[in-house]
Structures are given as C-alpha cells and as structure tokens.
C-alpha cells in the first residue's frame, strides 16, 4: 500500500447522514483518476486544513455548477510535498483528462450539520 493510504471502508450511504460539521472547501482540480469503484480528483483546496468528510459538493465546469455529487473521503492522511490532495465519489463522472485540461474544473463543498 501506499505510503501515507487509508484502505477505504465498505461504501455506507449512511455516512453521508453522520456528518456532525459542516465543513467548507474548493478544490482547484489538477487531474482525474478513474479507479475501479469510484473516481478521483487531485488538487489543491482552499478553505479547510482537516481531512475532507463524507459530504455533498458541487462539481463546476467553467464556473458553473455540473453536477451535484457525494465525497466518499479524502484519500491520503498526508498531503504531497507540493500540497495537492485527494478526494473521491462514487459517484459516475464522465469527465476526462482532456476535460480537466481544457476547462477551468472545480469541486466546491455544500455540507450542511443535521443540527
């Protein structure tokens, strides 16, 4: 495994619901991995120091809104030398690298607390 990789749990919709704190974040998207159960972004985000949590977030294209999507996580528990970081979904995204190369992508968090 990787240096710095948490195995990811079994996929809990549920989690989504446990979420205690709302927590916000835009994430400048620098590339796009297509992994067996789940896409992957990298890049750098603004706005929240802590590991991302489960949470809803709004995929943009060009500055507008794409796609609403879930974050499953944040995939590393230590950032890259140079600060990019990594969330996933489970989410279906049909975008590509060309995609990510061409437009101005961004990943833009709308989590709410059940309070």
Not at 5 to 22: C, G, I, L, V
Not at 63 to 88: A, C, M, N, Y
Request: with cysteine; proline share 5%.
């Amino acid at each position: 495994m990787v240096e710095g990789a948490r195995r990811a749990p079994n996929h809990d919709p549920k989690a989504f619901s446990k979420m205690a704190q709302p927590i916000s974040f835009e994430m400048t998207i620098e590339a796009i991995f297509h992994l067996l159960d789940r896409t992957a972004f990298a890049g750098f985000i603004e706005g929240y120091e802590g590991l991302i949590q489960p949470c809803k977030a709004e995929l943009l294209l060009d500055e507008k809104v794409w796609k609403t999507i879930e974050i499953s996580e944040e995939l590393f528990d230590r950032r890259h030398p140079l600060g990019q970081r990594g969330v996933s979904t489970f989410d279906p995204i049909d975008w590509n690298d060309e995609t990510v190369k061409k437009h101005e992508c961004k990943l833009r968090s709308i989590c709410r607390s059940n309070n």
